[in-house]
């Protein structure tokens, strides 16, 4: 019913920058709540960001202060802005939506976007 599609990632140095996107086809996408996940060889996979349909953000600590998350709903997107990157934050980065005031319950996620940071 609703389909993800992430881009932006790619190789990058120490200290440096990227934006990820994730497209997404949901109607009514401004109701869902977005996230950001990443998952690493040999770890579990982590919520990085997230922004609810009221705009409200959370970060996971080791990303707070160098990321950010935000959303344009007339373009059915969510970004993930990433600074000042770290080797840690390799990773393959996954967009999830889950529905809140319109299809509860639902949990939806995209197929990946690796980001490698190494100089």
């Known amino acids: 019913q609703v389909q993800l599609v992430e881009s932006g990632g790619g190789l990058v140095q120490p200290g440096g920058s990227l934006r990820l996107s994730c497209a997404a086809s949901a109607r009514l996408f401004s109701m869902y709540n977005m996230g950001w996940y990443r998952q690493a060889p040999g770890k579990q996979r982590e919520l990085v960001a997230g922004i609810t349909s009221n705009i409200i953000r959370n970060y996971a600590d080791s990303v707070k202060d160098r990321f950010t998350i935000s959303r344009d709903n007339a373009k059915n997107t969510v970004y993930l802005q990433m600074n000042s990157l770290k080797p840690e934050d390799t990773a393959v980065y996954y967009c999830?939506?889950?529905?809140?005031?319109?299809?509860?319950?639902?949990?939806?996620w995209g197929q990946g976007t690796q980001v490698t940071v190494s100089a």
């Open positions: 999830n939506a889950r529905g809140d005031l319109v299809d509860y319950g639902s949990n939806y």
